[in-house]
Each structure stands twice: as C-alpha cells, then as structure tokens.
C-alpha cells in the first residue's frame, strides 16, 4: 500500500466560530462517511427537522408564545399526540358506527 | 444471538465514533466533554488509521431516545454541537474524515471491525479532501411581493342591482390574473439564473461543489427568499480568492450572499454520487 501523501500541514482547519445550528445540522446529520452501526438509529433529514421543529426560527418558548405550537399535536413528533390522534379516530370511528346502528335499528323496528 | 450479542452490553455500554484520523494527537481534544460526562474521548486504532471514540451509556443512545431527542431543539443542538466540536478538534491536528451524527457499537471489538472493513473507503476520502476545506455558500433574492389578483388597486366594479357585470369585467379579471402569473414566472427565472450564476462562479475555483437543499421560507429572515444553498469543496490555497470572489457577485448580482467556512469536509467525505 502507498502511503498517503498527506502532510501536517495538510488538514483543514476547524470549523467557524458561532456557526447557526442549521449550518452544522446541514453536515453532521446526513454527510461525512455513512457506515454501518450496530445499533440502528433513524435520524430525520434536515428538511424534516427543520420543517417540523422549524428549529431555527425560534426557541420553543418564543414560538408557543407566538401561538406556534403545533408540533405539539404532529403524531410524527410526539408519541402522545400519536396515541390522542389514534384515540381520537377511535372514537370519532364508533360514534358514527353508533349512529349507523341506531338508525338501522330505527329502521327496521318501523318495519 | 448474533454475533454482537455475545458482546452486548454486559456493562451496558456502547461506543460512539466521532471521525476517523490520520495519527491524531490526543492534546487535540483532550479537554473536549464529547457526547456524555464522565467518558473520556479516546483513540480506536485500526490498521493504519485511528478513530476517535467515546464510551457512552448503551441506553442513551437508542433508537428511541434519538426521536425523542430530536424533538427537542436545545438537546439536538447540544449533541450536533458536540459531535461537530470532536470532529473540528480532530481536523485541527490531522487529517481527519468526520462520521454522522450517532455512528455506535457494541463495544471496541465491534467498532474496530467494521473500521477496519471500510477503510479504502477512508483512504480514499483522506486523499479526496487532503489540503483542501468545505466552504458553505447560500444566496438570497430580495423578495418582492406578488400582488394576488384580488387585492390589486383597480376597485371591483360596483355591485350594480344584481345585474350582470359590466361588460369586460370577466376579460380584465383574466388580464389581471395573467400579469401576475407572469411576474411569478419572471421573478423564479431570475432566481434561478441568480443561483446559477453564483453557483458556476464558485465552481471555478472549488474541486467540487453540492447543492444542499434549500431552507424552507419559513427559516429565512423576512423579506428574503434563499435561492441557493450550496457547499464546495476548495483548495487551502485557493480559499483566499473567496472573500474577493463573493464581493464581486455581490456587487454584479446585488443579492445577498453568505459564505461560511473553512469547515471540515463533511459533504465531501461520502462518495459522489
């Protein structure tokens, strides 16, 4: 094997200072090289990140003071959300089925 | 079960890698608190190469946790800072290929294995980005507000006794509309030509170039809209023709253009695709 001809002067220097979060999110998230881990962690991409958290904008505090508190009810983002949709459906589903029934009962009593 | 299995966690444990280096000096992060407390960062030879690793608590980094984390903006920040920092540290002694965020074994054995088998790609990458830095490069367009049909100064035609409207009415609703279709085609073609012409500029002198996505308006300071967020990947002795090289973009295009940098290379490490 060749050696490498990489000097020690060869190496870039770190970082900038006072970089914004999306500016490091951007790289460290889904650049550098990708290798197999044992322990298999899904990260979202940036653009979900951002879209979702909008990260950047605001800290959590200032948006819910602005009324931006959505991601408190996203399913995608809180698992609490997930189960009170999920339950939400479920009795949204079973009012209706009630409904459907009484009538059908309704129905065919008059018969 | 598996092979890792055996290893798993009898303490609990896991081991996080941050990059992979050339000779690394351990003064060079040292003092560097890495992803938890308690756990000095330490060096992981494999063959020719060394990584710099962290033994963390198997339990904080699981799959779960990782969601729950990324939902919260200060702890995400905490730990892309974090990683972030190990890796500028790292570069700023050798030469050095960052991994993403969260890269974790089962113990050192696991670790130095699965290194050992990617690292012509390590190699490659080391050769890819010697003497050369990342330089991030976004550029906004002034944003000019596109009157929508509705609100625009020509007062609708008063109601006239439930009549039919007067004549023409439907013809220059049309026209309206039409204008401003035709701004908003005229304004996304300008900013396009604008990110293509400062994209090609920085080309030039970079030994390549990405595309990053670009950030939703809602993350862009009002009145601006970003038209490119691009990265390259740039000579050192090249990086000072930037400062210059952004200047006279600025001037000829008069649009707003970021640079930051010199970064690590992260974009660049991965192959192209």
């Known amino acids: 094997m060749t050696d490498l001809d990489l000097g020690r002067d060869a190496y870039p220097v770190p970082g900038p200072q006072n970089t914004n979060l999306a500016d490091i999110l951007e790289r460290v998230l889904d650049k ?26 605001a800290s959590v505090d200032t948006a819910k003071k602005a009324g931006i508190d959505w991601w408190e009810t996203d399913p995608a983002l809180s698992s609490r959300a997930a189960r009170n949709s999920l339950q939400d459906e479920n009795r949204e589903l079973r009012e209706r089925l009630e409904a459907l029934e009484s009538k059908t009962d309704e129905a065919s009593d008059r018969r | 079960m598996t092979e890792w299995g055996l290893e798993q966690a009898s303490d609990g444990s896991a081991l996080y890698v941050f990059a992979v280096c050339k000779d690394p000096e351990p003064a060079a992060f040292a003092g ?34 990782w969601q729950v984390r990324m939902s919260d903006r200060d702890e995400l920040g905490r730990y892309a800072r974090a990683h972030h920092e190990v890796v500028s540290a790292a570069a700023a002694s050798c030469p050095t290929v960052p991994l993403p965020l969260a890269t974790l074994y089962h113990g050192e054995k696991r670790a130095r294995q699965a290194l050992l088998d990617e690292t012509e790609r390590f190699r490659a990458a080391l050769e890819r980005t010697a003497d050369h830095s990342e330089w991030g490069v976004k550029v906004y367009a002034a944003e000019s507000p596109v009157p929508e049909p509705g609100s625009d100064p020509i007062p609708p035609p008063a109601p006239a006794v439930r ?14 509309k039409r204008g401003v279709q035709a701004r908003r085609e005229r ?7 604008l990110a293509e012409t400062v994209d090609a500029a920085f080309q030039d002198v970079a030994a390549a170039g990405r595309r990053l996505r670009l950030h939703s308006p809602e ?41 930051s940098g010199p970064w690590v290379p992260y974009s660049f490490v991965g192959e192209v695709q």
Do not use: M, W
């Not at chain 1, 550098?32 to 904008?57: M, N, P």
């Not at chain 2, 608190?33 to 000095?40: A, I, L, N, Q």
């Open chain 2, 187 to 193: 304004r996304h073609e300008d900013a396009l030509r």
């Open chain 2, 32 to 65: 560097l608190p890495g992803v938890t407390t308690g756990e000095r960062l330490h060096r992981l030879r494999f063959g020719e190469l060394t990584a710099i690793v962290q033994s963390v608590r198997a339990a904080d980094f699981t799959d779960e946790v």
């Open chain 2, 219 to 259: 993350l862009v300071e009002k009145g601006h809209v970003q038209v490119l967020n691009a990265t390259y990947l740039v000579a050192k002795h090249r990086a000072a023709e930037l400062g210059a090289l952004t200047g006279a973009l600025r001037a000829t295009t008069g649009a707003r253009i970021d640079i």
């Open chain 1, 32 to 57: 550098g090289i990708v290798i197999a881990g044992d322990i298999k962690i899904d990260l979202l991409d940036i653009e979900l990140l951002t879209i979702r958290l909008r990260l950047f904008v």
């Open chain 2, 163 to 176: 009549s039919r409207p007067a004549p023409g009415a439907g013809l220059a609703y049309l026209e309206r």
